[in-house]
């Protein structure tokens, strides 16, 4: 009985490997000699176990691939095959991308360009867009904790960018040849008329960040260092 499972599960493969259609596969099987006397039966255990053959390699793939299956989509079988990264995978992206992006949970503001963090800001924002992508096709994402999360990440920053990282740009374009002669980054963006606003508002954006970074176990060093300061 296992040497048929094994047999029928090489045919599908086969067929699925190289798109052959099933009837002529089987014709031409049934034109060798050595399986001429059993075509028949071979031929009737796979019309009879088709579908459990297909739902095994289904699970197969499924395993190996980290696959999920999405029902009531146009599909073989009526079902449609989308391989997904897991929540693990996604989260382990998160941390090794954040782990490099200090100043999301620190900012220091007698050394950090202000106009480089608000680009890094800006970076991080759409790599999270692109992780949330990972997620967004499946109807209940918006149940899943590390889609909430990132989407929650997203709405931050957005709103830290709108409120800041035009007005301070347009700022630091017109002033940084004229002034930024001489002085330190501290002094230069002492000047600007919304600094301690702005200033303010990186501690409450590192504070929120945090959070965030505990539950994707990012930035842990830099964590420690806010707690500290």
Known sequence: MMSVIVFISLIITLIVIYKCDLTTFIE??????PLHSNSKLIYSLISDHIVLVVFGFVGLFLKINHAKICLNKISILGLTIEVKETDKEVKNKVKQFLD???TLFFFDKEKDNIDDVLQSYYEIYKF?????????????ADDNQCYVKLKEMIICLNEFLTNYQSDYRHWYKANVDSEYNGITIHEFQQKYFK??????????LNAQMIIYGEFFNAGNSWRKKENEA
């Not at 031409?28 to 000699?33: G, N, R, T, Y």
């Not at 867009?129 to 997620?135: A, K, L, N, Y």
């Open 28 to 33: 031409l099987l049934c034109s060798l000699e």
């Open 100 to 102: 490099s992006k200090r």
């Open 195 to 204: 600094y301690q606003e702005l200033c303010n508002a990186f501690e409450e």
């Open 128 to 140: 999270l867009r692109e992780c949330m992508g990972d997620f967004e096709k499946f109807d209940n």
